[in-house]
């Protein structure tokens, strides 16, 4: 049972424009959710987080927008850039019980 | 300096086999944990160790055994290795697991293949 979906398995991008991941979830517990980015033969690294008390987080090029309602949640980048182009993971965790659980992945190719 | 750094980087074995995966922290972190990338992309947890206690064993098979020397090292022994463990492991460490809003950091994955 997929608790944190990311239904696009590839995403497609020209240098400069927006690139938009998308993850849904079910579990209505998660309170935390987080998107991470993994290079080729790396692990996944930090990219950005948002708790559920708020719908919007930014830090640079990047934002995290959650719809709580929808149990959606969305990483916008901003311009895109080549150095962008890595398999981007959303993450879900409870308070209650600490673990995260992450989606399958999103692999966004961003072309110069 | 890595962070969280994992040996082998590949590891190729034989059906019933036993091997370990060694993973090391600097970051003076309390936590660390096992996750396995099995074929489908999923990444999921298999253990986390906070001061040398094991506190989520997701129940994964009782072959896979974590040990923990001290707190800046958790290493992986799996016994009698069978197809299905082909995968890639990785090693991940947080400052506390008790404050899920800590951000995880991930060693470069073992590519572990079991033939």
């Known amino acids: 049972d997929q608790q944190v979906k990311q239904n696009s398995p590839s995403l497609s991008v020209q240098e400069g424009r927006i690139s938009i991941l998308n993850c849904d979830y079910t579990?209505?517990?998660?309170?935390?959710f987080l998107w991470y980015k993994k290079y080729p033969a790396e692990g996944p690294t930090f990219l950005i987080s948002?708790?559920?008390?708020?719908d919007k987080n930014e830090d640079g090029r990047f934002t995290v927008f959650l719809n709580k309602s929808a149990k959606h949640l969305s990483l916008h980048i901003v311009p895109s850039q080549p150095g962008d182009s890595a398999v981007y993971f959303c993450?879900?965790?409870?308070?209650?019980?600490?673990?995260?659980?992450f989606g399958k992945g999103t692999k966004l190719s961003v072309k110069p | 300096d890595t962070a969280v750094s994992q040996t082998p980087k590949y590891l190729v074995t034989q059906m019933g086999n036993d091997k370990s995966i060694k993973c090391e922290q600097n970051?003076?972190?309390?936590?660390m944990y096992w996750y396995k990338q099995d074929s489908k992309k999923f990444l999921k947890i298999m253990f986390s160790?906070?001061?040398?206690?094991?506190?989520i064993n997701e129940t994964v098979p009782n072959r896979f055994s974590p040990k923990s020397p001290d707190k800046a090292h958790l290493n992986l022994h799996i016994n009698s290795l069978e197809l299905g463990d082909s995968a890639v492991y990785f090693c991940?460490?947080?400052?506390?697991?008790?404050?899920?809003?800590?951000?995880?950091?991930f060693g470069p994955g073992t590519r572990l293949t079991v033939l």
């Open positions: 991940a460490s947080s400052q506390d697991e008790e404050t899920p809003t800590d951000t995880q950091y």
């Open positions: 579990n209505s517990m998660f309170d935390y």
């Open positions: 948002i708790s559920s008390i708020k």
């Open positions: 993450a879900a965790s409870a308070r209650s019980q600490g673990n995260l659980i």
């Open positions: 970051l003076g972190h309390d936590t």
């Open positions: 160790y906070n001061n040398k206690e094991l506190i």
